[in-house]
């Protein structure tokens, strides 16, 4: 069963400790074994922390430190798939500081992929989302539609 929508008389925290992990990842799990090219991309990429693998599998960087939140990179992830398996692209507008937040990344050129990052991050709490009352209520939206 999907997360229930952030509750506004709960604060994210509370919302957060009352959901199960699967729920938070939506049962996607988690591939330990890295593919060929997915080890040459993360070697490439020392800075990106997962991906939401081609296969419906959330991948993590093996080279990231023990400072990176794993659970917070996995449930990011897991919300990606659960955008692409539902054909989604959240529509909402991009506020000025995340455009320029977002300058020199692969995602400057993409705002699509930008609202797709943005939505991630909002849903496992990175505050590098920079969120906005709108977006909060798109992912609010989104997350009470899904079965």
Do not use: C
């Given at each position: 069963?999907?997360?229930?929508?952030?509750?506004?008389?709960?604060?994210?925290?509370?919302?957060?400790?009352?959901?199960?992990?699967?729920?938070?990842?939506?049962?996607?799990?988690?591939?330990?074994?890295?593919?060929?090219?997915?080890?040459?991309?993360?070697?490439?990429?020392?800075?990106?922390?997962?991906?939401?693998?081609?296969?419906?599998?959330?991948?993590?960087?093996?080279?990231?430190?023990?400072?990176?939140?794993?659970?917070?990179?996995?449930?990011?992830?897991?919300?990606?798939?659960?955008l692409r398996d539902k054909n989604r692209i959240p529509e909402f507008g991009l506020s000025q500081e995340q455009i320029e937040a977002f300058q020199g990344t692969s995602y400057e050129n993409n705002p699509?992929?930008?609202?797709?990052?943005?939505?991630?991050?909002?849903?496992?709490?990175?505050?590098?989302?920079?969120?906005?009352?709108?977006?909060?209520?798109?992912?609010?939206?989104?997350?009470?539609?899904?079965?």
């Amino acid at each position: 069963m999907p997360p229930e929508p952030y509750d506004e008389m709960l604060s994210d925290e509370a919302k957060y400790e009352s959901m199960g992990e699967e729920d938070r990842r939506f049962g996607y799990s988690v591939r330990s074994k890295l593919h060929p090219g997915e080890s040459a991309f993360f070697e490439a990429n020392p800075n990106v922390s997962g991906m939401a693998a081609e296969d419906n599998t959330i991948i993590l960087n093996p080279g990231v430190g023990p400072e990176v939140n794993t659970n917070a990179v996995i449930e990011n992830e897991a919300f990606r798939l659960k955008l692409r398996d539902k054909n989604r692209i959240p529509e909402f507008g991009l506020s000025q500081e995340q455009i320029e937040a977002f300058q020199g990344t692969s995602y400057e050129n993409n705002p699509d992929a930008l609202r797709s990052t943005i939505a991630a991050r909002i849903y496992s709490g990175d505050p590098s989302a920079l969120a906005t009352e709108e977006q909060r209520e798109w992912l609010k939206q989104f997350l009470s539609g899904l079965d």
